[in-house]
């Protein structure tokens, strides 16, 4: 299979842990993103890379939120200090010039 | 400050009929449009796509129209099948530099339903 991938695809964390996801993409695109969805409503922006640059970051990604790409292959998003309201649905994508190729999400639950 | 709506949360269709979903966006620097599925428990999956310069791009049963002076598009799907039961995401990208379409916008989803 070589669609993009991400690991856990299930976390449950106590408010106040740290977690890490990783993703890894479709391996010929150069451009990885990462979005949050929550529940009724539509995937949101988070950050995206080119290559190993992070070029943007969106406001929703507080100061315990950090992203990073250090070769320009797999990617990990790390949550620290974890609240509830981060329970989301975190989804990487991947793309070259194109669409977006998105991975199956990593479901994190904080309690 | 939802820039792609999607108004209708869900919508239910007779399998071989006609389904009709829309969307409409605010952002007016959006130049690139896409249509996204997405099954329980996977992430979404690519469907059709449209560039600003176009008004129609079809692929099989899929169609996407849009209407630019609107700020609205839509995708039909003939003959809806039961298989096609998902929700449907419309996304939109302002490409910038470069052409590519990072940094998607999506709508709140559209629940399809095909009843056999």
């Known amino acids: 299979d070589t669609g993009v991938s991400q690991d856990p695809r299930h976390k449950i964390t106590k408010r106040g842990q740290n977690v890490t996801f990783r993703c890894d993409p479709i391996?010929?695109?150069?451009?990885l993103y990462w979005y949050r969805q929550t529940l009724g409503q539509g995937p949101e922006f988070l950050t995206y890379?080119?290559?190993?640059?992070?070029?943007?970051k969106s406001r929703l990604l507080s100061d315990r939120f950090s992203a990073e790409r250090p070769k320009g292959s797999f990617s990990t998003l790390e949550i620290q200090r974890t609240e509830q309201g981060d329970s989301a649905m975190y989804l990487c994508?991947?793309?070259?010039?194109?669409?977006?190729?998105f991975g199956p999400g990593t479901r994190l639950t904080v309690l | 400050d939802q820039q792609v709506k999607q108004n209708s949360p869900s919508l239910s269709v007779q399998e071989g009929r006609i389904s009709i979903l829309n969307c409409d966006y605010t952002?007016?620097?959006?130049?690139?449009f896409l249509w996204y599925k997405k099954y329980p428990a996977e992430g979404p999956t690519f469907l059709i796509s449209?560039?600003?310069?176009?008004d129609k791009n079809e692929d099989g049963r899929f169609t996407v129209f849009l209407n630019k002076s609107a700020k609205h598009l839509s995708l039909h799907i003939v003959p809806s099948q039961p298989g096609d039961s998902a929700v449907y995401f419309c996304?939109?990208?302002?490409?910038?530099?470069?052409?590519?379409?990072?940094?998607?916008?999506f709508g709140k989803g559209t629940l399809l339903t095909v009843n056999p």
């Open positions: 994508a991947s793309s070259s010039q194109g669409e977006q190729f």
């Open positions: 391996s010929e695109h150069n451009r």
């Open positions: 890379f080119q290559n190993e640059a992070q070029l943007e």
């Open positions: 952002n007016s620097m959006f130049d690139y």
């Open positions: 449209i560039s600003s310069i176009k």
């Open positions: 996304a939109a990208s302002d490409r910038g530099n470069g052409g590519s379409n990072y940094k998607l916008t």
